[in-house]
């Protein structure tokens, strides 16, 4: 599976970015039975989950989040968006789009998912 994502880059605290994640099909991959999710890891800290949602379009989110992002797919142009309101500076860091391709999950596990190549979110205060 190759995941691409695109839409970071430096924004004021208060702003908004949206995030799009392009996944390409393969013979063991259908893009709408798959989960897929957005995780994110700051400088000198471990990576966590920010959003996920299902191939039934149940979403979680962290806590941190909450009510900020938004989580989207799109079955038809294979893709995932991650709308972020209202960043601040602790949402800095490299966002990362992953998808796992075992049908049914709630959520992808990201042990056993694909993950893309990352984009920088930077938020400055």
């Known amino acids: 599976v190759q995941l691409q994502a695109s839409g970071g880059g430096l924004v004021q605290a208060g702003g908004t970015l949206t995030l799009s994640c392009a996944a390409s099909e393969t013979p063991f991959m259908t893009f709408s039975n798959s989960a897929m999710g957005w995780y994110r890891q700051a400088p000198g800290k471990q990576r966590e989950m920010v959003a996920t949602?299902?191939?039934?379009?149940?979403?979680t989110y962290a806590d941190s989040v909450k009510g900020r992002f938004t989580i989207s797919r799109n079955n038809v142009k294979n893709t995932i968006d991650l709308q972020m309101n209202s960043l601040n500076p602790e949402d800095t860091a490299v966002y990362y789009c992953?998808?796992?391709?075992?049908?049914?999950?709630?959520?992808?596990?990201?042990?056993?998912?694909?993950w893309g190549q990352g984009t920088l979110v930077t938020v400055s205060s």
């Open positions: 992953v998808s796992d391709v075992r049908p049914g999950l709630m959520a992808p596990d990201p042990e056993l998912s694909s």
């Open positions: 949602i299902s191939s039934f379009f149940t979403t």
